[in-house]
């Protein structure tokens, strides 16, 4: 299936062995950010949990997990508009929160999703991403904790995906006429 899937990539930007040494640099940050507190990780779905589950692999503090679907992209492109699709379990209130994100491209996701949760009453709140691509920013938000840079190409692997497919990919690869 993954050769399949593979006619589509125009190229390999980020290897496993790049994306491993991208989330040992930020889980080094994190262990060393938030020793002797306790986190909680809120892992957007659907692109982050990779990345989320790797992350908390390498961590060696204490910390929570919960998850948040929001949407905002519709094939390759930004729509605009955010929708929470499925909200927090976990009461933040007072507590050290930590978004995880696949990739922090237009910021318009995670501009709304940081000013609901920071309503919500946490000691602090900070972003954590794969990926950053200042190039398609449309919104003053920036990551706390970032694995890599990359330009403005459309990108899938490791989460990312592009209508649901290529999600499995074991690397990041820029897609065929992005």
Known sequence: MINELEKDIDRVLFSEEDLKAMVKKVAAEINEDYAGKKPV???????SVMFAADLMRSLIIDCEIDFMKVSSYSGTQSTGVVSIVNDLK???????????EDIVDTGLTLYRLKNLLEQRGPE???ICTLLDKPSGRKAEV????????VGN????????????????????GVMRNS
């Open 153 to 172: 190409e459309f990108i899938v692997g490791n989460g990312l995906d592009y209508n649901e497919k290529y999600r499995n990919l074991p690397y990041i």
């Open 142 to 149: 920036y990551a706390d904790y970032i694995g890599g840079v």
């Open 41 to 47: 990780l809120v892992v957007l779905l659907k692109g």
């Open 90 to 100: 976990t009461d933040i209130s007072g507590r050290h929160v930590i978004i995880i």
């Open 124 to 126: 602090s709140l900070r």
